[in-house]
Structure formats: C-alpha cells, structure tokens
C-alpha cells in the first residue's frame, strides 16, 4: 500500500530566527588575501554586506510565505520523510513534470519557473502547453532533511522520485527536468526507470568530465577539453573536500551562518552569467532564501552526500549504458561544463532538441526561468502523446 502524503506548510520559530541574527552579529571575518575581489574565493568586501543585510534587513517571513503559496506536501518514502511541491496545471491536459534541483540549490530555486509551468496562458503562452510540476527537495537537502537519516546518492534519488511520481502520486508516466544533481537523476531515470519516463529535458549533461579526448578532435571537442582542463585546476576544490571529508567540512557550515554563505555564495558569483555583479542575474533575497533554508533545516552536511557517493561509485551512468529516452537540451553559455553534441551523443542516444542559448549560467531557473519554461514547453509538446 503506497504511503500517504500530508500537507506541509513550512514555519521557522522565532527562537530559530533570533539565533540566526545573534550569531550574524558576532561574525568575525577573515583578512582579504591580495590581488582582486574573488581572485582566492567569496570576498570580503561583498561577504561584510551580506552578513550585515543578512543581518539586519532580510525578510526571511516573506521567502517562507512565498514558499508557503505553493502546495507543499511531506511522504514517508525510502526511510526519510520526503518534502515536495505539487502544483496542479492550468489548460485542457497538464501533464506531470518532475522538476529537480542540485547543488547548492533548493525548491527556492522554482519560485518563478514553476508558474510558468503550470499556467503559461498567463504569461503569453499556450494553455495547451501546461505541465502539472512536481518539485521534490533532492533526499538530504532542505525540507527532506531530519538529522541521522540515510543518505541518497544519484542512483537512490532516481529510485525515490520514480516512487513517488508512480506509486504515490499514480502517474503511470511522466516528464522530467532538472539541473546540477537534478540533471543527474534526470538521466539516472533514463537508464533505471526509461519506461516511466515520456522523455528528460536538461540544463546539465551527465557526461564524464575525465572522458578521453576523441582522436583527431573538432574545435568543439578541444575546446570542451581545454574547459575540463581548466576546470579541474580552478573549480574542483569543493568537489574533492564535499566528496571525502563532507563530515569535516559540516561542522564549519552548520555552525557559522557566515561560513555557510561565504560557501554558497561564491558558487553563485562563479557559475552564474554576469559582467562583474552576479546580483544583477539573482537578487539578493532569492540568495538568501536558498541560504537560510540550508541554515535553519541543518541540511549542509547531508547534502554533500551526492558527491560522496559520486567519488566513490560507479558514474551514475553506468560504463556501458546510454540514456535511450527522448531527450532535450538546453545549452546555457555559462553553465560549469557543456560538452559539444558530438561527445553527448555517445551517452544520450534520443536528443531531439539542443537549444544553444544567449544568456545564462548554472542556476537557470533562477537567472532565465522564462527562456528555461519556454524551452521546456517546446520540447514536450511533440511528446505529449507519450504520457
């Protein structure tokens, strides 16, 4: 018998809210190491205005009633109670979509892509167009934390949605999406659960970063490997510290607020697209919201299990498997690696859209939830006979 959701209406105490600004106000910073802001991680300039409006002018009541316009819903799924948004589409047909977030993300991240969605009559679209949106928080993170539960990697978090779409929500079928680690179970559910599955559409592409460079490589391909090159020179630190001493690394995070966004912060400064102020691609306050949730939820911790798992298991496509579902792609210009078609190819066997976009970074449905829901809706609508 398939357990039982119940309503959820997110509501941090007072108490917990007062902590938070008490330890805000006795943050104590580091010097600035010289050369430029952000030449050696979050700088200290930025990191003191944002501790002090952290501080003494984030709303963290108006984030959790925003949240909280959102249907949300906890199940006891696979040992952890697991939290989600369900919010019914507005046209003749929704169909379900599950929408997944990554790391360091949340279903703050959904705010602004997830009407779009489910009523894009009321943004100049297509009622026709309208997706019924599941919006879980990943196993670990946020919402769908209580401290000592187990822990998921890509392949038990691929298990776990398609439970949840099928055996509790009773859809027979349904459409996915995701980004970062979203992305990743996107793809695990191409290769675990294809026949669950109407097709994925992606903003990250779940390809061996240390795949070998094709012989007699294109200008494409060489330059996807001078990327992952430079890639893993300057940007793998936190994979390497999440992925073998994640426990370590918590104790810093879990205690100091300030530790905890100078973290997450400098990831939105280095993955999002902008001229110099990454602020001007996500507000301050959406950060924030993300932020604060990992704070008062404790989630940090667990939510480097993914990379865990990752450094110390298969790839979570397995050598020898290719996704073989209907497969879309949307191609931010920033996004941390964008392999070219030809080498994605060799894993996603079925892609029938690669949309190559103007603007945008990591944290798509933050920075172009427009673009992104618009991209989304054009490569289901010739898939719609397959729910």
């Keep these: 018998m398939a357990p039982t959701p119940e309503p959820f209406t997110l509501q941090i105490s007072e108490a917990q809210i007062a902590d938070l600004k008490a330890r805000l106000e006795r943050t104590r910073f580091p010097d600035q190491a010289p050369d430029g802001p952000w030449a050696y991680g979050s700088d200290l300039a930025y990191m003191r205005a944002l501790v002090d409006y952290w501080h003494t002018k984030f709303n963290w009541r108006a984030q959790e009633q925003l949240l909280n316009t959102f249907p949300q819903f906890k199940v006891d799924l696979h040992e952890i109670g697991l939290h ?4 019914a589409g507005k046209g003749p047909d929704p169909k379900p979509l599950l929408l997944m977030h990554g790391w360091p993300g949340s279903v703050f991240e959904f705010t602004e892509l997830i009407p779009r ?18 919006a ?9 934390f209580t401290p000592n539960q187990k822990r998921f990697g890509v392949a038990q978090i691929a298990d776990c949605f398609a439970d ?31 026949d669950k599955l109407s097709g994925i559409h992606l903003n990250m592409l ?15 391909e060489q330059a996807y490997a001078d990327e992952i090159a430079t890639w893993a020179n300057e940007e793998m630190g936190y994979v390497h510290i999440q992925g073998t001493r994640p426990q370590t690394l918590a104790y810093g995070l879990t205690d100091s607020p300030a530790g905890l966004a100078a973290w997450i912060s400098e990831k939105f400064h280095s993955w999002t697209d902008h001229d110099g102020d990454f602020e001007t691609v996500i507000n301050r306050d959406q950060m924030l919201a993300n932020i604060s949730l990992y704070w008062f939820t404790g989630a940090i ?3 480097f299990w993914p990379y865990y798992d990752r450094m110390h298991g298969p790839w979570p496509i397995p050598d020898g498997k290719t996704v073989d579902v209907p497969t879309g792609y949307a191609a931010f210009p920033k996004e941390i ?27 798509a449905a933050l920075e172009q939830p427009e673009v992104l829901a618009a991209d989304v809706a054009k490569f289901f609508r010739s898939l719609r006979d397959r729910f």
């Design 84 to 87: 989600y948004l369900h919010v």
């Design 117 to 134: 969605l489910t009523d894009p009559e009321s943004f100049g679209g297509d009622a026709a167009d309208a997706f019924t949106v599941v």
């Design 206 to 220: 779940s390809v061996k970063p240390d795949s070998s460079k094709p012989a007699n490589a294109t200008p494409a």
């Design 164 to 194: 949840l779409m099928t055996n509790v929500l009773g859809y027979k079928t349904f459409a996915a999406q995701g980004g970062d680690w979203g992305a990743f179970a996107c793809s695990a559910l191409g290769v675990r659960h294809p």
């Design 301 to 303: 911790g667990s939510s």
């Design 337 to 363: 690696r964008r392999p070219p078609r030809s080498i994605a190819e060799k894993v996603y066997t079925d892609i029938r859209q690669w949309t190559i976009m103007e603007t945008g970074g990591h944290f």
């Design 136 to 144: 879980p928080s990943l196993p670990g993170f946020g919402l769908s």
